[in-house]
């Protein structure tokens, strides 16, 4: 589970960061732009999206809107809308409130995601007395929402996690316009790059962000990552998922930002899956947000076994 939070990591900040140490100038000014967004009061977003879904003949769509509003780096409101047109498929409201790098998701979400499908929710979570529930990473938010607060934010992060290594995006810049294109051996290329970074500089960033890994679990990851047998892996993987594309652009002015993003992915002999996503944010007034005082942070361990059937943790418990 710690290997899986940490490589989480890695792709995270290397799909949503356009910029580290040792990047070029076109990088270098996209991080000025988002640095300067860290700079406005609020800003209030709109989403839009859709999912298709390609595999065994069949295919599926389906689409989401999603509005938020951020006050600067401490409080958060998201609220996003999926639909399923064939009616087939019923994933619920999702409301979520970041506070001071905490993110609590509605419990409703969880509940509807098993009657909204037919199933009777699990007693335990149903029962569960408040109404939001954040899950505990086991990571310093605190320190990440401090990080954030800095005008150079997304250097300090990006050194933070990778040290003095250069990944390489692709970063194409016309104008006040940024756009990455890639292609799946580039994007498998990148990830490889980003892990190794993050390997070499796992102490650093283990003692920055409170990982939580000891001695050990940092020597098992590095040598984990530097076997050959990390590279054969992303090798089969580039066979598996020849022909994936994904393209990014985000286009700034001194008052709004858009971004929008496209995921071709084609999984040979098994599915192909599109994804866009498209969102503006703009300029906004700022104003308090009021975090739900009915709220509860879980450990992972505990939120899973809330989710489970009563039955099945019956019988866990009686073997």
Same mark, same amino acid.
């Given at each position: 589970?710690?290997?899986?939070?940490?490589?989480?990591?890695?792709?995270?900040?290397?799909?949503?960061?356009?910029?580290?140490?040792?990047?070029?100038?076109?990088?270098?000014?996209?991080?000025?732009?988002?640095?300067?967004?860290?700079?406005?009061?609020?800003?209030?977003?709109?989403?839009?999206?859709?999912?298709?879904?390609?595999?065994?003949?069949?295919?599926?769509?389906?689409?989401?809107?999603?509005?938020?509003?951020?006050?600067?780096?401490?409080?958060?409101?998201?609220?996003?809308?999926?639909?399923?047109?064939?009616?087939?498929?019923?994933?619920?409201?999702?409301?979520?409130?970041?506070?001071?790098?905490?993110?609590?998701?509605?419990?409703?979400?969880?509940?509807?995601?098993?009657?909204?499908?037919?199933?009777?929710?699990?007693?335990?979570?149903?029962?569960?007395?408040?109404?939001?529930?954040?899950?505990?990473?086991?990571?310093?938010?605190?320190?990440?929402?401090?990080?954030?607060?800095?005008?150079?934010?997304?250097?300090?992060?990006?050194?933070?996690?990778?040290?003095?290594?250069?990944?390489?995006?692709?970063?194409?810049?016309?104008?006040?316009?940024?756009?990455?294109?890639?292609?799946?051996?580039?994007?498998?290329?990148?990830?490889?790059?980003?892990?190794?970074?993050?390997?070499?500089?796992?102490?650093?960033?283990?003692?920055?962000?409170?990982?939580?890994?000891?001695?050990?679990?940092?020597?098992?990851?590095?040598?984990?990552?530097?076997?050959?047998?990390?590279?054969?892996?992303?090798?089969? @993987? %580039?066979?598996? !998922?020849?022909?994936?594309?994904? =393209?990014? $652009? &985000?286009?700034?002015? #001194?008052?709004?930002?858009?971004?929008?993003?496209?995921?071709?992915?084609?999984?040979?002999?098994? @599915? %192909?899956?599109? !994804?866009?996503?498209?969102?503006? =944010?703009? $300029? &906004?007034?700022?104003? #308090?947000?009021?975090?739900?005082?009915?709220?509860?942070?879980?450990?992972?361990?505990?939120?899973?076994?809330?989710?489970?059937?009563?039955?099945?943790?019956?019988?866990?418990? &009686?073997?």
């Amino acid at each position: 589970m710690k290997l899986k939070k940490t490589l989480s990591v890695v792709m995270a900040a290397t799909l949503s960061m356009f910029t580290i140490a040792g990047c070029s100038s076109d990088a270098m000014s996209y991080s000025k732009e988002v640095n300067n967004l860290a700079k406005w009061e609020a800003v209030s977003s709109q989403f839009t999206g859709e999912v298709n879904v390609e595999a065994q003949g069949e295919s599926k769509k389906l689409t989401f809107t999603g509005t938020s509003y951020n006050k600067g780096q401490d409080q958060v409101y998201v609220d996003f809308k999926f639909n399923d047109p064939s009616g087939e498929i019923n994933i619920p409201e999702l409301k979520a409130y970041i506070d001071k790098g905490v993110t609590y998701m509605n419990k409703s979400y969880y509940v509807d995601t098993f009657t909204g499908n037919g199933q009777s929710a699990p007693e335990a979570l149903v029962n569960l007395p408040y109404e939001y529930i954040a899950i505990d990473s086991g990571m310093d938010m605190k320190a990440i929402t401090e990080i954030a607060k800095s005008p150079d934010y997304l250097d300090n992060l990006g050194k933070m996690i990778f040290g003095d290594s250069n990944i390489g995006l692709p970063l194409v810049k016309n104008g006040r316009e940024y756009s990455i294109n890639m292609n799946s051996d580039e994007m498998i290329d990148l990830f490889s790059k980003a892990a190794k970074a993050m390997a070499n500089n796992l102490d650093s960033s283990n003692s920055g962000l409170n990982l939580g890994f000891d001695a050990e679990k940092i020597k098992e990851i590095q040598t984990a990552i530097k076997d050959p047998s990390f590279d054969t892996t992303l090798n089969q @993987a %580039k066979t598996l !998922i020849q022909g994936s594309t994904l =393209s990014t $652009k &985000a286009t700034f002015t #001194d008052n709004d930002y858009k971004s929008e993003m496209n995921i071709n992915l084609q999984v040979k002999d098994m @599915a %192909k899956v599109n !994804i866009k996503i498209n969102a503006t =944010s703009v $300029k &906004a007034e700022g104003k #308090d947000i009021e975090i739900p005082a009915s709220k509860t942070i879980l450990k992972q361990d505990e939120l899973m076994k809330l989710m489970t059937p009563q039955d099945v943790n019956d019988d866990a418990t &009686a073997a």
